[in-house]
């Protein structure tokens, strides 16, 4: 199926939050930590700081996964005793000696899941050595975290994104850039697409992931150019916060046109997160392997634009597997951009969903309106209309007339054309039937008042106009 | 392309002095030859100096360049065809230096045309037409100042605006959303000016600002945080 390998039982379970992870049943139980702090409070903080650090260090030697990471920790108990067993001079033959009997006697348990595994130790003699050997320049890997401002969160902190435990083999360790807490939030959607978009796609990337964001949940994209970009972009204009999944290390952040992006990502409550190693660089296998993480955080994936062989697809295909809802933004039939979608679509019947209007989508995702729009124009002392909660038809769809009112008749003609879909100054001059000269003038004072901007000839919405309100399928929901 | 070589003979730069300098595919030229054309654009004149012997040769030229947005040719067209890597489209724009195009008074877009559009498309405006009118305006500049809008100086170019206190704060606002340097903010007036006596006025009026806004080059002021590829 679309190139998404099957590895192990599919979770197809959203309500079971609660269960632990394999990993965590088999290795102790969570401490009652509060808050993901890497600066330490007391005793137990240091405590807490001291087992991370010891994470970080076992996970950076060279051949440690999360499948011998969790069975180094189901046998010694904790990181530091891996690390402390390690540092003796006979480490490697203790850890070695462990872990086969370890193997022997899961065999009951795990055998449905490796059961080729079981007949030898999973640790073998190079791999001990090399964790002996690694331990004792561990210190450098968690330096590097700590000089680059990192947050590390590990699977046995509760501030570990709750969905991503559900999946099959969760990442032990993310690195965090901004705050822990965006990940946690109650709802978080997935928004994902192409590189290449067309200017529809980017415009209706950034409707969607204003709309959802507004309504409350956390946009989790992969920092992308294209898509990806337009997704964060729109969230971060509207000064909320975004998840953004990175391919590589922090330390090679791709791609570099993004770096801005991704601090205003980081500056606006919302997080930037690699499960890699600072010093990573992305490599072409990263990437479908990151997305398994911005499917595996979400409550659903959209995909609005992906050609036939996107690896956007490669998310959804993940987020069903994960047994999270999948959606498709349809294009037109012989779009080569939305070509992907379509075969998706027809693909998985029953379970990729059709995004066929953002009031649809919201209620599809059982997102409120309403609280969002209290946000958006935050008067604690009026009494709140009861139709607010409806989206598209009230206080976004207000400040949008107020907005367009506030403007010249030309200026508010081309506002509307605009807000359609981008357009170049002739094709502008064409529909509106206005010379050059007045079109150039009043595009000027569009972007000056933020409402338009220009990019390579072509001028589209932002801000205020690029909100989702403004979109067709939004006016026709309020035509209704 | 300035000129030089064994016998001090006359670059391209000066061949093209009293005319048009055109430059195609301006990305393509080698980085030291687009700099060297700094000086002549500026002085209308450029200084060579070989051993033992120098020379000035007049360059008075208009300079027309032209450039695709990116290796591909498809950035900007917005159907996706671009499949440049992210960053190429900016590093092809960046060959072009900061202070080069500063000196360039006019940038202007040219969107793909629809196969189908340019079939239909009547041509509402003939070149005839449109030399008229410009000669029209060159008459009128060489009436106001002696000299055509881009000779003037600062300080008359200023003062051939005669720009009200309301225009005076539009053109500061203007400068400020692009971030202009004040090479840029002359560039403005001039061209502003330009665009009043195309359309026969005398004094510059707000609109004709904003017109001239428009033909802005390719700024670092970026649509938000993203990268358009």
């Not at chain 2, 500026?42 to 000035?56: F, L, M, N, S, Y």
Request: net charge neutral.
């Amino acid at each position: 199926m679309l190139g998404v390998q099957a590895l192990g039982p599919v979770s197809s379970h959203r309500a079971a939050e609660t269960e632990p992870t394999p990993i965590a049943s088999t290795a102790m139980e969570p401490q009652p930590i509060d808050h993901a702090r890497n600066g330490g409070d007391g005793a137990g903080g240091a405590a807490r700081d001291a087992e991370r650090d010891a994470w970080v260090t076992l996970l950076s030697v060279p051949g440690v996964g999360p499948v011998t990471f969790g069975e180094l920790l189901a046998v010694f108990g904790s990181a530091g005793a891996v690390i402390e067993v390690a540092s003796s001079p006979i480490g490697w033959a203790l850890l070695r000696e462990a872990l086969a009997h370890h193997a022997a006697s899961a065999v009951g348990e795990r055998a449905e899941v490796r059961t080729a595994r079981v007949a030898m130790p999973a640790v073998g003699w190079d791999l001990a050595s090399r964790i002996c050997d690694g331990i004792a320049d561990g210190r450098r890997a968690t330096e590097r975290v700590r000089s680059l401002g990192l947050k590390v969160v590990t699977l046995e902190e509760p501030t570990y994104p709750a969905r991503l435990r559900l999946v099959d083999l969760p990442p032990p360790i993310l690195y965090v850039r901004g705050s822990v807490e965006a990940m946690a939030a109650d709802h978080v959607v997935a928004i994902v697409g192409t590189r290449w978009p067309t200017d529809k796609g980017r415009l209706i990337a950034g409707w969607i992931a204003s709309a959802v964001a507004r309504a409350g949940a956390v946009v989790v994209s992969g920092l992308a150019v294209g898509i990806d970009g337009a997704a964060h972009a729109a969230v971060v204009a509207e000064g909320l916060s975004t998840v953004a999944v990175l391919g590589g290390g922090h330390a090679h952040l791709f791609p570099r046109a993004h770096e801005r992006l991704a601090e205003a990502i980081a500056g606006s409550g919302g997080a930037v997160v690699s499960e890699l190693l600072p010093d990573t660089s992305p490599s072409r296998g990263a990437f479908p392997r990151r997305n398994r993480l911005v499917s595996g955080m979400s409550d659903a994936t959209i995909v609005v634009e992906a050609g036939r062989r996107s690896g956007a697809l490669i998310t959804a295909g993940w987020a069903l597997e994960q047994g999270r809802e999948c959606f498709l933004v349809p294009g037109p039939f012989d779009a080569p951009t939305s070509a992907g979608c379509h075969a998706f679509l027809r693909s998985f019947p029953g379970q990729a969903r059709l995004v066929s209007g953002i009031p649809e989508l919201l209620e599809d995702l059982e997102l409120d309106g309403g609280a969002s729009m209290r946000a958006a124009e935050p008067s604690p002392g009026e009494p709140r209309d009861p139709r607010r909660g409806e989206p598209g038809s009230s206080a976004i769809g207000a400040g949008r007339a107020a907005v367009l009112a506030s403007l010249a008749p030309v200026e508010r003609a081309l506002a509307e054309m605009l807000v359609e879909g981008p357009a170049s100054v002739d094709d502008l001059s064409r529909r509106t039937c206005l010379g050059a000269a007045a079109i150039l003038s009043a595009l000027t004072l569009l972007e000056l008042r933020g409402l338009v901007a220009g990019a390579g000839g072509r001028y589209v919405p932002t801000g205020t106009l690029a909100s989702w309100a403004r979109s067709p399928s939004a006016r026709l929901k309020r035509r209704e | 392309m300035v000129g030089g070589g064994p016998h001090l003979s006359p670059g391209e730069v000066t061949l093209a002095n009293d005319g048009i300098l055109f430059l195609d595919e301006l990305p393509e030229f080698d980085r030291t030859t687009l700099e060297s054309l700094r000086q002549p654009l500026e002085d209308g004149q450029v200084a060579i100096a070989r051993v033992g012997r120098a020379t000035v040769f007049p360059s008075r030229f208009q300079l027309i360049a032209a450039m695709n947005p990116c290796p591909c040719g498809f950035a900007a067209s917005g159907d996706g065809r671009c499949r440049c890597q992210p960053g190429v489209v900016e590093r092809y724009a960046g060959r072009i230096s900061g202070p080069l195009r500063d000196r360039m008074d006019l940038w202007v877009h040219m969107p793909r045309v629809e196969p189908g559009e340019y079939v239909r498309s009547a041509s509402p405006e003939t070149s005839r037409v449109v030399a008229d009118r410009i000669a029209e305006a060159r008459l009128r500049q060489i009436k106001r100042s002696g000299v055509p809008n881009s000779r003037l100086s600062g300080r008359a170019l200023r003062s051939a605006c005669g720009l009200g206190p309301t225009e005076q704060a539009h053109a500061v606002e203007l400068a400020e959303l692009e971030g202009w340097s004040a090479r840029g903010i002359e560039r403005l007036l001039r061209v502003a000016r330009t665009a009043a006596d195309l359309a026969g006025c005398n004094r510059v009026e707000a609109s004709h600002l904003d017109e001239a806004a428009r033909f802005r080059g390719p700024s670092d002021r970026r649509v938000g945080f993203e990268a358009v590829g």
